[in-house]
């Protein structure tokens, strides 16, 4: 199952793309991840998208399109992908989909998780990251996967603030970005729903990022479940 996976930052995007990973066995491709990846080990790709990531803005697309198309052909993507923070605009949603259709495969769903821009901002602020797995999600803000004191809630781990989360300016930049309809993700996020009028596929999943992680978690276990895919 090929699934892209949409939420403004602070939707909870994460906590339940970990979860789709573990239950449908497929990577979970973040391609902020990646970036953070690369910074901490000081590639050359890290450092060119350095300054972007630190004032929120968009990694080129003559960098950023390589790299996940060429991180789709991983052995790892044979049964499927869970793609998370990509695309972003409409220009990757449509080089995604031209690179896929040469070949000869589809994006199967399309998941979005709706969420006011106050409440986003308000979630990023709290959210903490895990040393030791990206995919362990903390956040002060957010009382069901509140941090053990200062410790990762799931494995005890030392848990650091993301640069960019603290500073209000990035945040604000990064919503315009996902909340912009015309040219930004909102408006990848239509090009694939006018993809499924025209195909019927990807199937669409809607989901109100609002409520508490398990309700959003259970909608969404139920959802993909009545999709008859592979
Ligand atoms: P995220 O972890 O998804 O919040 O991404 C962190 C930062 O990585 C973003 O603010 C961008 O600077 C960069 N980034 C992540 N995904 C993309 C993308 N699809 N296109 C361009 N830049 C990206």
């Known amino acids: 199952m090929n699934i892209v996976f949409f939420g403004p930052n602070g939707s909870g995007k994460g906590t339940q793309g970990a979860i789709i990973k573990e239950r449908y066995k497929i990577p979970h491709i973040e391609t902020g991840v990646i970036f953070r990846d690369n910074i901490s080990q000081g590639t050359e790709l890290g450092e060119k998208a350095k300054a972007y990531i630190d004032r929120g803005a968009l990694v080129p697309d003559e960098i950023t399109i390589p790299m996940v198309l060429n991180r789709l052909k991983g ?75 200062d410790r990762c809630r799931i494995c005890g781990g030392e848990l650091k603030k993301r640069d960019d989360d603290q500073d209000e300016a990035a945040i604000d930049q990064r919503h315009d970005i996902y909340y912009d309809s015309k040219n930004g993700t909102r408006a990848a996020i239509q090009y694939f729903k006018d993809l499924s009028d025209k195909r019927g596929i990807p199937a669409i999943v809607e989901l109100d990022g609002g409520r508490s992680v398990e309700e959003v978690t259970k909608e969404l276990i139920e959802k993909l479940g009545k999709l008859s895919l592979k």
């Open 75 to 149: 052995e790892d993507c044979t049964n499927g992908w869970l793609l998370d923070g990509f695309p972003r605009n409409v220009r990757q949603a449509v080089r995604l989909n031209e690179a896929l259709t040469r070949e000869g495969i589809d994006v199967d769903v399309c998941i979005e998780i709706t969420l006011k821009r106050e409440t986003a901002k308000k979630r990023i602020m709290g959210r903490r990251l895990c040393l030791n797995d990206n995919n362990h999600p903390n956040n002060i803000n957010i009382e069901a996967i509140k941090p053990n004191g």
